[in-house]
């Protein structure tokens, strides 16, 4: 079967001449859910903003589903690569919350009752239903983000890449966007900081560091490695054992 | 009587009353054609037949009535004209040929005319324009355009500005506070160098978060063009009811014409 993602000697350098990545190989298989951890400034935005072809220029391909990120196919790819950006100001803009829902769809072309349904489906999903006639700066920081994910569910995407889903959230709505993240039957690409978060959702994880992929396996590995966790400034919260985490 | 509320408080939607009336519903390209054929003919009409700016502000006033638009959401918005008034009390000082006495000065007969036809003829106009801005969300309006084949450039320029003005004020709005949160009061002229360095930083940090929402709206599929999210039908009806006011305003502006001769 075609993986949902495949990169292949990425190497991708800033117009300033900041180098950011430097040859990175990665696939992953449908249905897959996958971290990726690194430190600040390890270029892990960098890679994400590269799968739907907003940065290119760089050597090297990306291909989603089988198709390659390049201009002419710019439409398709960006509906199967669902981007939910770190921010959810940034990604919402539309004056209601149901506006900036259908806004992705809308683009794809979409109309009168399919596109509702499409709406009214993907609100659902992150249980904002009855959000969507709010204007979306009102809503919680909590709310947003799951607004901000229902923007790019409502695309029906092959893959969903989330920018740090957890940042800001607190404990509640952090553990209910694991639900509805769990919930979705999708691959998913997830850039996180929160270790325990990565454990929670994803059976695999990828280590960038310095622009390059360091470590590829099962996440419970990768935790308990302390000689790469600590080459690569990733540490465990405080009293945090993976271990004692059922598999 | 309900108390005029806006939904969403969007910048960009300030000016729109939320109310349920005829006026509302009316497509917004229907209103803005027959707005600006109203406005043309109250321009065409000659300043000098005085009944006929009273018929025209009697139907405004009726217009304003039917969508349920109070006086005291119009009149305070009747002050982005006060520049041009200032303008129009000038003519009647600097107007050649006969002149009258009034209260001592002598003032020019042409002047005054001219003064008075740049005051009233404004004036229709800024209310019109009120109204419109008033029962039509502002977005409605753009797509009114889009659809009135204004050219796309132009809309989306329009349009970019709706959404940045939204972006720009949250923006300073954060900045204020975490000015002050640091205790950091506008008193006085020694403060206006903060005031002016935040200014630059807001420039930057409004253009890096306009760019990031551009890419967010990019990764979604947008290629240039907003989508149309709800099918305006526009019917003959629509059309016939909004171009009532031009057509009464035709037949005003046309018997003042014959009247002024
Ligand atoms: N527009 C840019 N121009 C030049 N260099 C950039 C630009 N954006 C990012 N960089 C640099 O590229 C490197 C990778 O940045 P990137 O944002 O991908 O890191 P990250 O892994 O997402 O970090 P974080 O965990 O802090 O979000 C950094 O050193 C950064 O300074
Ligand atoms: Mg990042």
């Not at chain 2, 803005?32 to 018929?55: D, E, G, K, R, Y």
Request: glycine content about 8%.
């Amino acid at each position: 079967m075609t993986p949902s993602l495949r990169i292949a000697g990425l190497a991708f350098a800033y117009p300033d001449g900041y180098q950011a990545l430097f040859g990175v190989n990665l696939e992953i298989a449908k249905g897959e859910r996958v971290a990726l951890l690194g430190p600040n400034g390890a270029g892990k935005t960098t890679l994400v903003l590269h799968m739907n072809g907003l940065l290119s220029g760089g050597v090297g391909t990306v291909e989603v589903a089988g198709l390659t990120v390049e201009k002419q196919n710019f439409p398709e790819i960006r509906r199967r690569v669902g981007v939910v950006f770190q921010d959810p100001d940034d990604q919402l803009f539309m004056p209601t919350v149901r506006d900036d829902v259908a806004f992705g769809p809308a683009n794809m072309g979409l109309t009168g009752s399919d596109l509702a349904a499409r709406v009214d489906e993907a609100l659902e999903q992150v249980a904002m239903s009855e959000y969507a006639d709010r204007p979306p700066h009102h809503l919680s920081f909590g709310q947003r983000r799951r607004v901000a994910v229902a923007t790019v569910l409502a695309m029906h995407p092959e893959i969903l890449v989330l920018d740090e889903p957890s940042s800001n959230l607190d404990p509640a709505s952090r553990r209910e966007l694991a639900d509805i993240l769990r919930g979705l039957d999708i691959t998913l690409f997830m850039v996180t900081h929160d270790l325990p978060y990565a454990l929670e959702l994803c059976p695999r994880s990828v280590v960038l560091s310095e622009g390059v992929v360091v470590a590829d396996g099962p996440t419970r590995d990768i935790l308990l490695n302390d000689e790469l966790m600590r080459a690569n400034r990733l540490e465990l919260p405080f009293g945090f054992d993976p271990r004692n985490v059922p598999a | 009587m309900p108390s005029p509320h806006t939904h969403g408080h969007d910048v960009g939607e300030r000016l729109f009353v939320h109310r349920h009336s005829v006026i509302h519903r009316l497509p917004a390209e229907v209103k803005t054609v027959a707005m600006v054929a109203f406005i043309f003919t109250v321009i065409m009409t000659p300043p000098n037949q005085f009944w006929a700016f009273a018929l025209y502000a009697v139907i405004l006033v009726g217009v304003a009535g039917l969508a349920r638009i109070p006086a005291r959401v119009i009149l305070p918005r009747m002050l982005v004209e006060v520049p041009f008034v200032f303008f129009a009390l000038l003519m009647p000082f600097f107007g050649t040929g006969p002149t009258v006495e009034v209260l001592g000065l002598s003032l020019s007969q042409a002047g005054l005319l001219a003064g008075w036809g740049i005051l009233i003829k404004g004036t229709l106009g800024v209310v019109s324009s009120i109204l419109l801005a008033a029962t039509t969300p502002a977005r409605d309006l753009l797509m009114g355009l889009e659809r009135l084949k204004v050219p796309e450039l132009l809309v989306q320029i329009a349009s970019f500005m709706l959404r940045y003005t939204h972006v720009v004020s949250d923006e300073m709005h954060r900045m204020k506070l975490a000015r002050e949160s640091r205790g950091f009061t506008a008193t006085g002229i020694r403060s206006w160098p903060i005031i002016a360095q935040s200014g630059g930083a807001l420039f930057i940090r409004s253009y890096e978060r306009g760019e990031r929402v551009h890419l967010a709206m990019l990764s979604r599929g947008y290629t240039g063009r907003l989508p149309q999210l709800v099918t305006v039908t526009t019917t003959a009806a629509d059309w016939f009811t909004a171009m009532s006011l031009p057509a009464v305003g035709l037949i005003i502006a046309l018997t003042a014409i014959w009247a002024g001769r």
